[in-house]
T-cell receptor, first 113, second 115 residues
Framework: KAGVTQTPRYLIKTRGQQVTLSCSPI?????VSWYQQTPGQGLQFLFE???????NKGNFPGRFSGRQFSNSRSEMNVSTLELGDSALYLC????????????FGPGTRLTVL | GENVEQHPSTLSVQEGDSAVIKCTYS??????FPWYKQELGKRPQLIID?????GEKKDQRIAVTLNKTAKHFSLHITETQPEDSAVYFC??????????????FGQGTTLQVKP
């Protein structure tokens, strides 16, 4: 089975712009979670989607949003980018909702200038 | 609130020695505890996990122990090899049907295995 894929792998944006990141889960996996990884804050939970519904959201401002499609692919959007949004954005997929193994994609490295 | 503390932040061992990384969680409802290994520039890889109805789990050179009463769990790597050098993250979540898969991560431990 192909692993979790994320596109694009690298992005450079300027402050105030918006960005959309995409995640395709492992075939058959229906749950997708997003995490932000920075050197200072580590890995922080952004949101979790299952069956096209957001099931949980982390402590991030409303500028961070996401959605899931009927084929389980997910996108996250960050509007009005700030310098502090520079990070590695990782998505993880798992077969079902709730604690089961989560498998990470390679991440999208976002740099905000 | 939910929190996972991980120690030490860095660990250096000689090849062949054992390495132990410890984590403490705050939410007593947590029942799923995975460990991830992240090599430089790569994605976190799940290496072992344990659920709260089990006290210990072993997979070749790695093992995880869980003490629910004390709310801590540990990763043990025996006979370390240079390829074990990476950042290791512990995590905790409240799992089960109808629950979220949200993972709360520790801050990570950079393990260096010297040849």
């Amino acid at each position: 089975k192909a692993g979790v894929t994320q596109t694009p792998r690298y992005l450079i944006k300027t402050r105030g712009q918006q960005v959309t990141l995409s995640c395709s889960p492992i075939s058959g996996h229906r749950s997708v979670s997003w995490y932000q990884q920075t050197p200072g804050q580590g890995l922080q939970f952004l949101f979790e989607y299952f069956s096209e519904t957001q099931r949980n959201k982390g402590n991030f401002p409303g500028r961070f949003s996401g959605r899931q499609f009927s084929n389980s692919r997910s996108e996250m959007n960050v509007s009005t980018l700030e310098l502090g949004d520079s990070a590695l954005y990782l998505c993880a997929s798992s077969p079902v909702q709730g604690a089961s193994e989560q498998f990470f994609g390679p991440g999208t490295r976002l740099t905000v200038l | 609130g939910e929190n996972v503390e991980q120690h030490p932040s860095t660990l250096s061992v000689q090849e062949g020695d054992s390495a132990v990384i410890k984590c403490t969680y705050s939410d007593s409802a947590s029942n799923y505890f995975p460990w991830y290994k992240q090599e430089l520039g790569k994605r976190p890889q799940l290496i072992i996990d344990i659920r709260s109805n089990v006290g210990e789990k072993k997979d070749q050179r790695i093992a995880v122990t869980l003490n629910k009463t004390a709310k801590h769990f540990s990763l043990h790597i025996t006979e370390t090899q240079p390829e074990d050098s990476a950042v290791y993250f512990c995590a905790a979540s409240i799992g089960g049907s109808g629950n979220t898969g949200k993972l709360i991560f520790g801050q990570g431990t950079t393990l260096q295995v010297k040849p």
